[in-house]
């Protein structure tokens, strides 16, 4: 039984093939994201109802065409940008973790969402008020030029903890004690392993689940170990090191594209 995800909450649907209008999940995925959070993107309507709904299909559509292999993926994406924009209405951030050439995607995916990616992002009016009374001499030029921001931590970055951590306690679950530090309901939690096995990874969404956080995979074909841990898996058809990560990049800057036309079109 699949679930319709709309600002209501849950309706049974009895269809397999879904579509950015109609994203299904699993009965137990967003359960814990609140509602009404205040955020500063919480003024952006449901996605369903959204004037900016044939842009972000389009990036998709694009994605498509240009990897037609990703095809098989379409459902999950979909699903994934789902779990992200509500999370990000409702105060919520993105975590994120990976090891070696996917801790490298977790910066990349970061610098994506937390400064303009295709769009420039200026600020709401109302900030930009704030900063001039704040100090009338500097706030104009941060007016100026700071950008919007979709909040997102690279948990890999942190390497006085992780290091303190894995040298002290134990270096498989150090991930997992940086999700459990960063984490709240509402959250949403993306684990990148090529293999699907990585056990810091899989450690850091097993925390992730419990507490209440909505949790993505992205991985090779399969998905391996953590498949079972994920609301949301997105396994893209290669077994190959390099060529699940060249098919990942392409994957997580559509849905950054996707992402940013939603709250700032």
Excluded: W
């Excluded at 269809?15 to 993107?41: E, H, M, Q, Y």
């Excluded at 709904?53 to 037609?68: A, D, G, I």
Aim: proline share 7%; with cysteine.
């Amino acid at each position: 039984m699949r679930f319709l995800v709309q600002a209501i909450g849950y309706i049974n649907v009895g269809r397999k093939n879904i579509s950015i209008r109609n994203c299904s999940f699993p009965p137990n995925a967003c359960d814990a994201i609140p509602r009404g959070v205040a955020s500063p993107l919480a003024r952006c309507p449901p996605l369903e109802h959204d004037a900016t709904l044939p842009v972000v299909e389009s990036h998709l559509e694009e994605l498509l065409r240009r990897y037609p292999a990703l095809a098989v993926c379409r459902n999950e994406i979909e699903k994934a940008l789902h779990l992200l924009i509500r999370s990000f209405t409702d105060g919520g951030k993105l975590l994120v973790c990976g090891n070696g050439g996917s801790a490298a995607d977790c910066d990349h995916i970061v610098g994506e969402l937390m400064k303009g990616y295709l769009s420039r992002r200026p600020l709401p009016q109302e900030v930009r008020k704030r900063l001039g009374e704040v100090d009338p001499e500097v706030g104009p030029a941060l007016a100026d030029t700071l950008q919007g921001a979709l909040p997102a931590v690279n948990i890999t970055a942190g390497s006085a903890l992780l290091s303190a951590f894995g040298n002290d306690v134990e270096p498989d679950y150090a991930y997992a004690q940086a999700v459990y530090g960063h984490g709240r309901p509402g959250d949403v939690l993306l684990g990148i392993s090529t293999s699907g096995n990585a056990q810091n990874v899989r450690a850091a969404l097993c925390v992730a689940r419990a507490m209440g956080l909505s949790t993505i995979g992205l991985t090779g074909q399969g998905g391996g170990k953590v498949s079972g841990r994920c609301d949301v898996l997105i396994a893209v058809p290669a077994r190959k090191t390099y060529e699940v990560q060249e098919l990942h990049l392409p994957v997580y800057h559509c849905l950054c594209a996707m992402v940013e036309a939603h709250f700032f079109p």
